[in-house]
């Protein structure tokens, strides 16, 4: 576990006076750090399984409303339908299962893809870490935080915008192992492109599996890629352990509108047939791969990922499937996207509600944006979009941390930012405490009227967890602000992730198993040349 230095001394045994604290606050700053430490440490020790939701989801939309998207989305399938291109075996599945196959045009009887999805797919099941304690339940009333996912470039302070390279992906990956707030390791966090296209993957998965126990995904960009990783998940985890419980996922993308390309569906049914999860999710900007209107988007999006969640059980009946959302407009006057707008949120929300009817897990939102540095734009957008998440009900929030510039750019400080913010997310996630503590009456009764309470009892014992405390965030006057270098928030997140990285540990990683995992991916390697496209 990272924690952040502790300097100072223990809390003292009765409270001093605002005077004395500011008196003495060098002493302060550094009790300060001490608790974010200690704090920091429980987190990561209970917060591993996801984050409990005790706060209700936003529901946008009533009955009659809801009712009639679904009427849509049903008439989209049915009258347009969707292309399987370059994958024979799927239009096989969908035409013994009823829908109408013309070429690779399928067309499907209104009902029947949500009565595909209903019957078998899993509402809840558990992602196994090899750590076991930090497994994490996808369904229900967890929600887990995963990192950014995809970008080819890199950014810091110090290095500007780069292509991403191993050694970036591997430190994203220990930085996501370090946060107390990300309860997932992620994807392709960012593309190694100093590594050959058709062997990246192995050394994606083995970094993954090496710089942090936590639950990770595989590779989809080949069938065999995807396969590929899922034999390496049978090496740490078993085959029959694999064979039984779902151990890794696979991020699916609709080629919206509309359309699944073989790459896509033949990797989405290679992690189905080995019962791991597929994340299915279409990519829609409005104006450019969907409609304008919100509505129209949530038919298009909800019609693209419900059928690539039925495809899942047609391959294997109960293989473990997250729908997901990815909404998002378009400056009509450049052609670029745009993210953290408002029309997106209420669209996630409405997504929220018609996933929950279809009782399947989701996936939604994230923090994105399209800024280039990781700025005021940056964290106003991805709060937005967040909080969308939030709200909606999302159970998997891929793209928690790091994703800058329309998702183009994976950015060590906005990741710091952004960890920092999923923390806060765990506490108002948390909702309101009603029990006696909370409700502070002894407080009062000690108090009583015009004075303060910095000295009660009832501050003395609540005060280290209290309220949220960023480990970004700079709430010192500002004279004491400027003595210390008048550092803006993007200074001091590089700072952050510089000392997590430096505090980084590996876990440990039984030796007959790393062993095994090398050779597997020594010679997958020597079979194939190199490919750089």
């Not at 899993?122 to 970008?151: C, K, L, M, Q, W």
Request: aromatic share 8%.
């Amino acid at each position: 576990m990272v924690q952040e230095p502790v300097s100072g001394q223990p809390a003292p045994e009765t409270a001093p006076g605002p005077l004395q604290e500011a008196a003495r606050a060098g002493r302060v700053r550094g009790g300060r750090q001490a608790r974010q430490a200690q704090r920091a440490g429980a987190a990561q020790r209970g917060a591993t399984a996801g984050v409990h939701r005790a706060i209700p989801t936003y529901d946008l939309l009533g009955e009659e409303a809801l009712l009639r998207l679904e009427a849509a989305i049903d008439t989209l399938l049915a009258e347009v339908g969707m292309e399987f291109r370059g994958d024979p075996p799927a239009l096989a599945l969908w035409r013994k299962a009823g829908a109408i196959v013309d070429g690779v045009s399928v067309k499907f009887p209104p009902g029947l893809v949500r009565a595909i999805i209903r019957r078998t797919t899993p509402a809840r099941f558990i992602h196994h870490a090899r750590n076991p304690a930090r497994s994490v339940e996808i369904g229900g009333d967890t929600v887990v935080f995963s990192p950014a996912y995809g970008p080819p470039f890199v950014h810091d302070l110090d290095g500007g915008r780069r292509y991403g390279s191993l050694a970036d992906f591997r430190r994203f990956v220990q930085l996501a192992y370090a946060s107390p707030w990300l309860h997932h390791s992620g994807g392709t966090v960012c593309e190694p492109v100093d590594v050959p296209v058709n062997k990246r993957h192995l050394d994606m998965v083995y970094a993954h599996i090496a710089c942090s126990d936590k639950p990770f995904m595989g590779s989809v960009t080949a069938e065999e890629r995807a396969e590929d990783s899922i034999a390496l998940a049978r090496v740490l985890f078993g085959a029959e352990f694999v064979e039984h419980n779902c151990v890794i996922m696979g991020n699916i993308n609709v080629n919206s509108p509309l359309v699944y390309d073989g790459t896509m569906s033949r990797a989405l049914r290679a992690y189905a047939r080995a019962n791991q999860c597929t994340v299915v999710v279409p990519f829609i900007l409005g104006g450019a791969m969907g409609p304008v209107t919100t509505s129209g988007a949530i038919v298009q999006s909800m019609a693209e990922a419900m059928v690539g969640v039925a495809l899942t059980q047609l391959e294997r009946p109960g293989a473990p499937a997250i729908l997901g959302n990815f909404l998002s407009s378009t400056s009509l006057r450049s052609g670029s996207p745009t993210f953290g707008t408002p029309e997106p949120a209420l669209g996630s929300l409405v997504v929220g509600q018609l996933t929950r009817r279809l009782n399947v897990p989701l996936r939604c939102s994230g923090a994105f944006t399209t800024a280039k540095l990781a700025d005021g734009q940056a964290m106003l957008e991805s709060a937005v979009s967040m909080q969308a998440a939030i709200l909606c009900g999302a159970h998997f929030i891929l793209h928690s941390a790091g994703w800058l510039e329309g998702g183009l750019v994976m950015s060590y400080e906005k990741f710091a930012l952004d960890a920092d913010f999923c923390g806060a997310l765990h506490t108002y996630l948390a909702g309101l405490a009603l029990d006696d503590n909370a409700l502070a009456l002894d407080a009062f009764r000690e108090v009583g009227p015009g004075k303060h309470f910095f000295g009660c009892a009832h501050t003395l014992a609540n005060y280290e967890t209290a309220f949220w405390d960023s480990g970004v965030a700079d709430n010192t006057p500002f004279e004491q602000w400027q003595e210390a270098g008048s550092k803006d928030v993007q200074h001091r997140a590089n700072a952050k992730w510089r000392a997590m990285l430096e505090a980084y540990q590996a876990p440990p990683l039984d030796p007959a198993i790393d062993a095994a995992l090398k050779d597997f991916i020594a010679r997958k390697k020597a079979a194939v040349p190199d490919m750089w496209h």
